[in-house]
Structures are given as structure tokens and as C-alpha cells.
């Protein structure tokens, strides 16, 4: 190779802040250099030999290990792939200049298979977790190819984090579309990664960013991009960060356009940006952004973009992103602090500049669990530091709570322990205090996937101020695709939280077996899916109950707010208010079953009128409740296709007009198990005889007590 073109092709040129310089005095020749680069330029596919992954079988718990360049080249040339679990052993090198000659024409990974706008291939649907190691000199060449990075696109469901880039260098084509050194288009969620280097596009190219192209409905959490981005005339939404952040984007799954919000938080960067008089929806940190998508906590430098305006973020200058305080005061978690989290995200070097990613750091020393992380050896987690250090260890191993963990005085901005995919034994001990004040995925968990379980822990005391926007809120965890068995959650929610918030899990799509909330929720007027146990379930809900006092808008329930899943031997009490959909033990029943359930709460009614508020359900469509009862009506009168049997409700000073749902019964008659026919109560019911309601038979065989002598729900029993 000729020395002129080795130098072109260097990326270590241009990937480093340090050389900005060099990226600054090319402004002029943008369209220049591009011709040359690439008529010179002979580009190489590398030829992929069958290789297999020697670990791993790509689940979650299984991931296939990545330690060669042609191991990760492997997944972006099988389909079937797209949808597996992967982790990074090593850094990776994909240098031109070493054996392989590795120079790519489109992304490495779930590259797009046509030139037009619409992504034409299957997106990356999996789990790819760099573990803090570096993909190194990533080069791409394109004359005609859109969505370019080392991901095309990265789908709903995927999942890339703890990840760095160095050295990228990507030159796109006239009307390059999605471009950005980790993903061209991101749905999924992106955490703890950054890119640095140089991409290049020439006119008319629109999507371009220094991490990702466009963020269509995707989440980017504590990430940055540093280099420099260069385009051509006529080109627009170009961002430092971010090129487009959510908008009207095409779907070609639903073949229509889409409305998408993003969010960005706890992101920077620091980008010379050089664009043409003709470019449109420039930004220091996101080139366009639709107002509707969230941009929190996040900084870019003005001076070295040369750009004063952004679709999100504060610009500052260099001197203020290399101060500490700067990020302290907007509760970015930092080693060596306190206060503002125990994860230690974020370190910022010792002889001054950016904060950098402490896991993807040699100069930081994680803090040290005891154990082996197995099932006979778990991490043990016995102090605020130790839960801190989970996101420095494999989220798929085995831990274990060791004695009841204080969390006061520290106030979180997100959930300590974001993504989880092993098993943790709280065995019987309490983590209490737990302080949060910020947005999205909030609980001790931010994030627990399908193969997670939490077992015997108490959330006790819990403080979480949902901001702006703020969705999957609980106790325990923001969102549930897992299990969650013998645990409990108690304490406060307020603030503006429109989705998905519920006393232990916001989101359920898992199970959550034997658990238990003693919580207060205060929504705003625009809240709603919130609930005393989960906000919305999909998943399953068995032999749990709640105490609570829950107010909000709409979809408000006792146990679940919304439920499209399925709902057992459970039961609520306490005092509940909403506008609307309001449910003494689920706000909203679609297409979901309850069954062998029953509500004992106080409801009134923040409208003039609640025709959808039910003793058991306010709004039941499509879904079936059997085996259950209810003080008042047991649904709310706008009801659809509903099957309901074998149901009964107490006619009280709260019931109105009978609508044919449920049994009406008296005082008296709810006392005798006579009255309820097809009734199990040699397994599942039990009733003192003119004196109680029937209650469940779990009810009797089990407490939630931690091993500091604390009992947690007793109030549910008053």
C-alpha cells in the first residue's frame, strides 16, 4: 500500500481529541479530500471463513464471546444472529493496515440491504455488552450505502452497551443517510458507550452523528462522541451526538409513518462540526430534534464544535466541560462521590479534560465483591457501594444481599442497578432509603430482562420524584420481563409520571409471584397506567396483594392500572382517586383475566362523573374475571364484550346503578360461603362464617418479614 493512502485510511489520524486541530484546517477541502479518498482508494471486503464461536450459545445467560475481528464480522453476515446475546472478551482491532484488511462498505452489523431510505435489512435485536473493552479503528467507505456505523440499525429490543469506539473513520456518499459511528439508527438502547473519531458525508447527506444517526425511538444513557464530523452542501440534521433525535420516521414493519420519541440523558460531546453555508439543523449535540423526544442532563462544547445552537443539551465552553462541578451539579453519578449515586459511571482525568466512561477506563480500579458470581458462590452485596459496583460486573451472574443496606443521603438521577439479567437473593434482608429523582426506567432495578430473577428482597422506604416524561416507575424496578418472587415495596412517587408506575414494578411483562406493595402515589392530571403493585401488566400477577393510597388520571387500580395479562389470587385495599378508568383492583382489563381475586378500597371520583370507576375493574374490554368480588359495582358501566362469572359485590353507599356484571350481594350474604357458588374453598378460598369476607388461603401461610425484624405490609391486614 502506497504511504499516502496508508495515512488517508489511518484513523488514528483523526480519532483523538487532541489532533481537533487537523480536523479544523480541512474544512475547506471536505469535497476535495472525499474525490481523492475515494477514486484512490481500492476497497476490500474481507472475506468471512466459517467461523464459530468457541463460548457461548447466545442466550442471555450464555453469551456467544467475542474476541477476534472475524468473530464480530460473524454476526453481521448471518441473519439469524440478529437476534442473539453477545459480549466483548477483548479489544478488537480492525485496522486496514493489519492482516484481514478489514475496510468495510456498509455497517458490520445488521447492514442495510438497500440504497434507499427505508432500512430494507433485520435490525440487531440482541444484546451486544462490551464489559469496558474497545472496537478500534472501524472503517466503512461507502459510495451509495445508508445507515453506516458498526450497527445499521439497532431494533426495539436490542441492546448495546459498555462499549467504546476509537479511531472510527466512515466517509459516506452523495446523499448518505444514517450515519453515525455507532449506529446508524438507533430503537433500542444504547448505555455507557462512545465513539471518537472522523465520518465524512458528501451532499445532501442528512442523519449524521458522532455516535448515532438518527434516535428514532431509542434510549441513550450516559454515552459521548468526540472528533469531528464533515459534510457536504445541502445537507441537515447533523449533531454531534445525535444527527435526528426521534420524528416522523417511515416503518416499514407497520408501512406507514410513525410519530417516534427518543430520550438522551447524561450524554456529551465534543465534535468540530464542519458543514457547509447550505446545511440545515445543525447542533452541538443533536442536529434535529422533535421537541417531543427528551434531551436531559447533557453538555457540548462550544468552542470545539464552533457550533452555538443544538436541538437539545446546554453548550458550554471547553473550560466548563473539563470542570467537575459542571456534571456533579447536573447529578452525573462520579467516581470518587457520593451523593450523587455509588456507581461510579463516570471519572474525570487527573491532569484535566472530558469525563470519561470509568468502566472503559485502566485508570479506574473497580471496588471488589466478595464470591464467584455463581449459583454455589454468589457476589456478596453488603453496603450502598457494593450495589454501586454491579454495573462494573456481569449483569448475567449470580448475587446476593448479605445484611440490610442503607441508602440515605444519596439521591440517584437514574435507577443504581440500570440493566440486570442474573439472579439476586435478597434473602430476607432490606435495601431501604432509596432516594431517585429523575426520569424513564426508575426502582432499585432500572431493567430486569428475561432471564432475571429477584427473590426475597424488601424495597422499604423509597422515595422516588418522577420528572418531566418520567415512565416504568417502582420500587423495586422500573420494568419487569423476568421474575419476580417473595418480594416487597414500600414508600412514595410523586411528580409528573405519565406511564407505568406502580408501587413495586412500573412495567410487568414477566411474572411477580407472592409479592407486596405498602406504597403512596400521587400522579399528575396527565398520568396514567399507574397502580398500587405494577402500572401496566402483560405478563402475570399471582397470590400478591397491596395496601395503598393511589391517585392519578386514568387507568388507576389498586393492584395494576392497566392489565393485558393475567391476574391471580390476589387482592387490594386501601383508598384510590382518578378521573377516570378507576379500578378497586385494576384500572383497565383488556383482553386480560382475574381470576380469584377480590378489593376492599375506598374510590372517589377527581371528575363529574365516573361511569368507568368499578369496585373491582373501572374498564373491562374484551377480558374475563371469575371467581372474584368487590365492594361497590364490581366494573364500571362502559364495559365491552366482558365475561364475567361467578362474581359477586357488596350493594353499599359506593355501588350505582346495577349493569349487569357481578352479583349483588348483602352484607350478610358475603359472610356465607354459600353465596358463592363454583367457589374453591378447599384450596384457594377460606371464610369465617358470619363474620369476614372470604379471603385468600395464602393469606394466612406467609409474611413478608426482613431479617432485621422489620414487617413489611402488615398494613395491608388493618
Not at 518 to 536: E, K, Q
Amino acid at each position: 500500500m502506497e504511504p499516502g493512502i496508508r495515512w488517508l485510511i489511518d484513523c488514528r489520524v483523526w480519532g483523538q481529541m487532541g489532533e481537533i486541530g487537523g480536523i479544523l484546517m480541512s474544512t475547506l477541502n471536505v469535497r476535495v479530500w472525499t474525490v481523492i479518498y475515494t477514486a484512490v482508494i481500492l476497497l476490500r471486503v474481507p472475506t468471512i471463513s466459517a467461523t464459530e464461536f468457541s463460548v457461548g450459545t447466545g442466550k442471555p445467560d450464555d453469551p456467544f464471546h467475542i474476541s477476534t475481528p472475524d468473530e464480530l464480522i460473524l454476526i453481521g453476515s448471518d441473519p439469524d444472529l440478529l437476534d442473539k446475546h453477545f459480549v466483548l472478551v477483548e479489544d478488537i482491532d480492525l485496522d486496514p493496515n493489519l492482516a484481514g484488511e478489514h475496510i468495510f462498505t456498509q455497517a458490520v452489523i445488521a447492514p442495510d440491504a438497500e440504497t434507499d431510505e427505508g432500512f430494507q435489512g433485520p435490525p440487531f435485536s440482541g444484546s451486544l455488552d462490551g464489559r469496558g473493552h474497545v472496537i478500534r479503528h472501524l472503517t466503512i467507505q461507502s459510495g451509495s450505502a445508508h445507515f453506516l456505523g458498526l450497527f445499521g440499525k439497532i431494533g426495539m429490543n436490542g441492546r448495546v452497551h459498555r462499549i467504546g469506539l476509537k479511531g472510527v473513520r466512515i466517509v459516506g456518499g452523495r446523499g448518505s443517510f444514517c450515519v453515525g459511528g455507532l449506529a446508524g439508527d438507533n430503537w433500542g438502547n444504547i448505555v455507557c458507550c462512545y465513539a471518537s473519531g472522523r465520518i465524512d458525508s458528501s451532499d445532501s447527506s442528512s442523519c449524521v452523528g458522532g455516535l448515532v444517526g438518527r434516535n428514532s425511538q431509542g434510549r441513550i444513557l450516559n454515552c459521548y462522541a468526540k472528533g469531528g464530523l464533515v459534510t457536504g452542501d445541502n445537507s441537515g440534521k447533523i449533531g454531534g451526538l445525535v444527527g435526528q433525535h426521534g420524528g416522523f420516521i417511515y416503518d416499514p414493519d407497520l408501512d406507514r409513518i410513525i410519530t417516534a420519541a427518543g430520550r438522551i440523558t447524561h450524554c456529551l460531546a465534543a465534535v468540530h462540526i464542519a458543514t457547509s453555508q447550505s446545511a440545515h439543523n445543525v447542533g452541538g449535540l443533536v442536529g434535529y430534534n422533535d421537541r417531543r423526544s427528551i434531551v436531559r442532563r447533557c453538555f457540548w462544547d462550544t468552542e470545539v464544535s464552533g457550533v452555538s445552537v443544538s436541538g437539545g443539551g446546554a453548550g458550554l465552553k471547553t473550560g466548563e466541560m473539563h470542570d467537575i462541578d459542571t456534571y456533579m451539579t447536573a447529578g452525573w453519578d462520579m467516581a470518587g462521590e457520593r451523593s450523587n449515586g455509588t456507581t461510579d459511571v463516570w471519572l474525570m482525568p487527573e491532569n484535566e479534560g472530558y469525563p470519561v466512561l470509568a468502566i472503559t477506563s485502566t485508570a479506574y480500579q473497580r471496588r471488589l465483591l466478595k464470591g464467584a458470581g455463581t449459583l454455589d458462590d454468589p457476589y456478596i452485596v453488603t453496603t450502598p457501594e457494593d450495589i454501586g459496583a454491579i454495573h462494573h460486573y456481569d449483569w448475567s451472574s449470580y448475587y446476593k444481599l448479605g445484611a440490610d443496606i442503607d441508602l440515605a443521603g444519596i439521591t440517584w438521577t437514574t435507577a443504581p442497578i440500570w440493566t440486570f439479567e442474573g439472579a439476586f437473593d435478597g434473602d430476607g434482608f432490606t435495601v431501604s432509603n432509596l432516594s431517585i429523582c429523575g426520569q424513564e426506567r426508575l426502582g432499585l432495578f432500572g431493567f430486569l430482562g428475561l432471564d432475571a430473577e429477584v427473590r426475597d428482597l424488601c424495597v422499604r422506604d423509597v422515595n422516588i420524584v418522577g420528572e418531566d416524561d418520567a415512565m416504568w416507575v417502582g420500587a423495586l424496578a422500573g420494568r419487569n420481563d423476568g421474575s419476580v418472587i417473595d418480594c416487597s415495596g414500600s414508600g412514595c412517587f410523586t411528580g409528573h409520571m405519565r406511564a407505568s408506575v406502580g408501587g413495586l414494578v412500573g412495567m410487568n411483562e414477566g411474572e411477580i409471584l407472592h409479592s407486596s406493595a405498602d406504597v403512596r402515589l400521587t400522579g399528575t392530571a396527565d398520568s396514567a397506567f399507574v397502580g398500587g403493585l405494577v402500572g401496566s401488566n402483560v405478563g402475570v400477577i399471582g397470590e400478591s396483594f397491596v395496601c395503598a393510597a393511589v391517585s392519578g388520571n386514568s387507568d388507576l387500580g389498586g393492584i395494576a392500572g392497566l392489565n393485558e395479562g393475567r391476574v391471580y389470587a390476589s387482592y387490594a385495599q386501601g383508598k384510590l382517586s382518578a378521573n377516570r378508568m378507576l379500578g378497586g383492583l385494576v384500572g383497565s382489563n383488556w383482553r386480560g383475566s382475574i381470576v380469584d381475586c377480590y378489593a376492599i378500597t375506598r374510590l372517589s371520583c377527581g371528575g363529574t362523573s365516573c361511569p368507568d370507576m368499578g369496585g373491582l375493574v373501572g374498564g373491562n374490554e374484551d377480558g374475563l374475571i371469575d371467581r372474584c368480588y368487590a365492594l361497590g359495582n364490581l366494573v364500571g358501566s362502559q364495559t365491552v364484550n366482558a365475561i364475567t362469572t361467578r362474581a359477586y359485590y357488596l350493594r353499599d353507599s359506593h355501588a350505582t346503578s346495577v349493569n349487569g356484571h357481578g352479583v349483588p350481594l348483602s352484607d350478610e350474604e358475603m359472610k356465607q360461603q354459600s353465596s358463592f357458588a363454583g367457589w374453591d374453598f378447599k384450596n384457594v378460598w377460606m371464610i369465617c362464617e358470619g363474620k369476614e369476607y372470604p379471603h385468600l388461603r395464602w393469606e394466612n401461610l406467609r409474611c413478608h418479614n426482613s431479617k432485621s425484624g422489620d414487617t413489611q405490609g402488615d398494613s395491608a391486614k388493618q
